[in-house]
């Protein structure tokens, strides 16, 4: 069996009949040095361990070689050679012979320098000679390190006071908000990309080149201002407005119009721009007197000499809701009478504004009077805690606060800690049993 391997090594023959293959054979894939003539294949033949159903593969005898070498490189080896040296770098040929697999680190660098750089593909596509055309980004006037965007101007005398008002910052220069403040958007998302196309480093380039336009209109707007002392100006007259008897300096909302509203000042002169404010806010006080008059027609208001009763009555009623609060032993029974003959008296007076809560609550449980609407912390609540608060004549804010208490008291007892109770003055305890059923049905807290 030796001597019949190595003959089949030395003289190319089949393994089975001994015949010379010239052309393709079968190369068992199981057995180490078997082949086989197509017609010894055909018929089945078995040889030692070989069988016949073992796995195979087609081969073509000697392999075709790129170039012409004593010891053929084959095209996949030749194709991995070049990824190699891609991937890894000229020079890294112990990667590119890992790589390779089949060859060695000094096949793979003869091989290489021979054929790929002194070879006739080199002497092709390597210019040894060309120069490296190197370019001046430097210059005055051009180029991205051009010394005229990043020269810095001359600081502005603040005192500490106006720096704080202006928002400058001296050490750097700056201000917390420049012109054109979100010019930085354009390149904050760059990169570069070892798959771009010239088309894409193209874009990339235009939107640098637009970056620093707008770097330069920026420091030309700073050198202007500097020139001509516009922050200085500017820093006066805010001084003037601040120290001008009589003026109002507005509520929160206002200040934050006005803010939204400073990109609109370069159209118009000061005088203009102050006024332009001016009608804006008294439109804005003339759409709060006109809720205000709808609120009262839907009440039933439909004379001014009618209002104050109206305020009045309202007034009384919270009052009266107050003292039945701190009272809490009067029946429910007991205080829909009361309700009732006071309205019964509104109604006489023609002011059908007030209405029973036993009776509003029969003709529609969720129906949320106005006037509640209008509390702080209604928005907060939900439809059923809106029904809850409406049904036992309670405030949103006071029924936040019982809840908050209610709901520590609850997570400090199963947290085993003391408990020492604090609820608001005046609260009716029908009023407490009600809010803690509400939220233990609603999984707020858990009956004990």
């Not at 990667?95 to 092709?124: L, M, P, R, W």
């Not at 009440?299 to 009272?327: A, H, L, P, S, Y």
């Amino acid at each position: 069996m030796k001597l019949r391997e190595s003959n089949v090594m030395e003289s190319d023959q089949c393994s089975y009949c001994q015949s010379e293959i010239s052309g393709y054979r079968v190369v068992c894939s199981e057995c180490p040095d078997i082949e086989l003539c197509l017609q010894c294949f055909s018929c089945g033949a078995e040889l030692g361990t070989h069988k016949r159903d073992h796995s195979y593969r087609i081969s073509n005898g000697s392999p075709i070689g790129a170039f012409e070498v004593a010891k053929i490189w084959t095209l996949s080896e030749e194709t991995m050679l070049l990824d190699a040296v891609e991937q890894y770098g000229f020079g890294n040929w112990e990667d590119v012979a890992n790589h390779v697999e089949s060859k060695n680190a000094e096949e793979c660098q003869d091989h290489y320098i021979t054929f790929y750089v002194q070879g006739s593909i080199g002497k092709e596509t390597i210019f040894p000679d060309a120069k490296n055309i190197i370019q001046d980004h430097t210059c005055p006037h051009g180029g991205p390190l051009s010394p005229s965007i990043t020269t810095p101007v001359n600081p502005i005398e603040l005192s500490i006071q106006e720096q704080h008002e202006l928002g400058y910052m001296p050490f750097r220069d700056d201000f917390e908000r420049e012109h054109d403040n979100d010019a930085e958007t354009v390149i904050s998302s760059l990169a570069n990309n070892y798959d771009d196309e010239d088309i894409d480093i193209a874009v990339k380039l235009t939107q640098v080149e637009k970056y620093r336009t707008r770097l330069k209109e920026r420091e030309r707007r700073k050198r202007l201002a500097r020139e001509y002392n516009l922050i200085q100006a500017a820093t006066s007259l805010a001084k003037q407005k601040s120290q001008t008897p009589g003026r109002k300096k507005g509520t929160k909302d206002e200040r934050e119009f006005q803010e939204k509203m400073k990109v609109f000042a370069q159209f118009s002169i000061a005088a203009e721009h102050e006024k332009f404010l001016e009608c804006t806010q008294k439109e804005r006080e003339l759409r709060a007197r006109i809720k205000e008059l709808l609120h009262y027609r839907n009440n039933g208001i439909t004379k001014m000499e009618d209002v104050e009763k109206f305020e009045d009555e309202g007034f009384r009623r919270e009052k009266k809701k107050e003292q039945k609060k701190k009272m809490g032993s009067s029946s429910p029974a007991k205080r829909g009478s009361m309700v009732s003959k006071k309205a019964s008296g509104v109604i006489e007076e023609k002011l059908d504004i007030l209405i029973d809560d036993d009776e509003s609550k029969d003709e529609d449980e969720e129906n949320i009077p106005k006037e509640m609407s209008m509390l702080p912390g209604f928005d907060m609540l939900s439809d059923r805690e809106r029904r809850l608060c409406n049904s036992i004549g309670m405030s949103p804010a006071n029924y936040m606060t019982i809840k908050t208490c209610i709901i520590k008291d609850y997570l400090q007892r199963r947290q085993g800690l003391p408990v020492k109770i604090r609820y608001p003055s005046g609260l009716d305890k029908t009023h407490r049993r009600k809010i803690m059923s509400f939220l233990a049905d609603n999984g707020w807290i858990v009956a004990l």
